[in-house]
Nanobody
Framework: QVQLVESGGGLVQAGGSLRLSCAVS????????TGWFRQAPGKEREFVAA????????YYADSVKGRFTISMDNAKNTMYLQMSSLKPEDTAVYYC????????????????WGQGTQVTVSS
């Protein structure tokens, strides 16, 4: 069992920056992957970014490449999503998630989910 808790959401103006955190606890394996998804009102949950716990490799959705950076602080057992150059279309509830295995970008490939944190970008 793995527990995930997101934090750091809030209101920010377009062009601004925000950093989300995801505290990871419980049983973990060397081959796990953690990542971020987001869901806007009336839309399906979509992949944002993921990072491999073994290779440290990362993968980003095209919509956030060059603007968002995913990282993992192993000492703190915390994953981060640094967001910059934010756009109103980035407004959504952001969720952290985890799976055992390689990086995937489909929602149904992930086994564990946090409660979500709201990010609102004003124009």
């Amino acid at each position: 069992q793995v527990q995930l808790v997101e934090s750091g959401g809030g209101l920010v103006q377009a062009g601004g920056s925000l950093r989300l955190s995801c505290a990871v606890s419980g049983r973990t394996f060397s081959g796990y992957t953690t990542g971020w998804f987001r869901q806007a009102p009336g839309k399906e949950r979509e992949f944002v970014a993921a990072i491999s716990g073994t290779t440290r490799g990362t993968y980003y959705a095209d919509s956030v490449k060059g603007r968002f950076t995913i990282s993992m602080d192993n000492a703190k057992n915390t994953m981060y999503l640094q967001m910059s150059s934010l756009k109103p279309e980035d407004t959504a509830v952001y969720y952290c998630a985890a799976r055992y295995g390689t990086i995937k970008r489909s929602v149904n490939e992930y086994d564990y989910w946090g409660q979500g944190t709201q990010v609102t970008v004003s124009s």
